[in-house]
């Protein structure tokens, strides 16, 4: 099909998979993500762990990735990167971050804003030793976010980490870990026809969460 603006501008779908309504939900916004992600592990959606990250820099500059969620509690959202990466670096000089999940087979999307910071030692430790050998020689030996002259380089830097380690512990760089996101806000969006989706939205305000419905 050739691409046009007007192919474009007709792609669209009408949801009827489920509502979202005020007496369905739990009353604590953590709970209910954590029901949703069930839902969503439930229907074998492929990585249903996989969110969008949005940093800024300390001019309000924005950058988006996608990352994976690796823990959730009544803590927050925890994810793990090298914290020397362009979203370490925004991360240092702006501590605020939001998430988006989207499932869409299940017509949902959750958005989380938050404030960052980094997990304790321990924790990122546990986890960088749950990892495969192999993802745990990459973390050594990617300058994550530096320009690198070639892929070579980093294909003989793991060559040489895992000669090097064969039979022993590969310590944590480091500058490798984890952070965890505190949400002060949690959006939950539950596509419905005609696109007059559900939207409850969960804020935090001096120490409870207020429930709302916004328009679509």
């Known amino acids: ?76 959202f925890v994810f793990f990167t090298n914290y020397e990466s362009s979203k370490g670096q925004h991360l240092l000089e702006n501590p605020q971050a939001a998430l988006v999940f989207f499932w869409a087979e299940l017509q949902r999307q959750v958005r989380v804003e938050g404030v960052v910071s980094k997990v304790a030692d321990e924790v990122s430790d546990a986890y960088f030793h749950s990892r495969p050998a192999g993802s745990q020689i990459g973390a050594l030996a990617s300058p994550q976010s530096k320009v690198i002259g070639d892929r070579s380089l980093l294909e003989t830097k793991v060559t040489e980490l ?13 500058n490798w870990g984890g952070y965890l996101v505190e949400p002060t806000k949690i959006e939950f969006w539950q596509g419905r026809s005609s696109r007059l989706h559900d939207r409850i939205v969960y804020e935090l305000i001096d120490g409870s969460w207020i429930i709302n419905r916004l328009a679509p």
């Open 162 to 174: 895992t000669a090097q380690y064969t039979g022993r512990e590969i310590p944590r760089p480091l």
């Open 1 to 76: 099909m050739e691409l046009t603006k007007e192919n474009i501008q007709n792609l669209r779908q009408d949801y009827l998979a489920a509502e979202l309504t005020e007496q369905d939900i739990d009353r604590n916004p953590v709970v209910q993500f954590q029901n949703w992600f069930k839902d969503a592990i439930d229907a074998q959606l492929y990585e249903p762990n996989v969110m969008t990250l949005a940093t800024s820099d300390r001019f309000g500059k924005p950058s988006a990735r996608i990352v994976l969620l690796k823990g959730v509690d009544n803590d927050g």
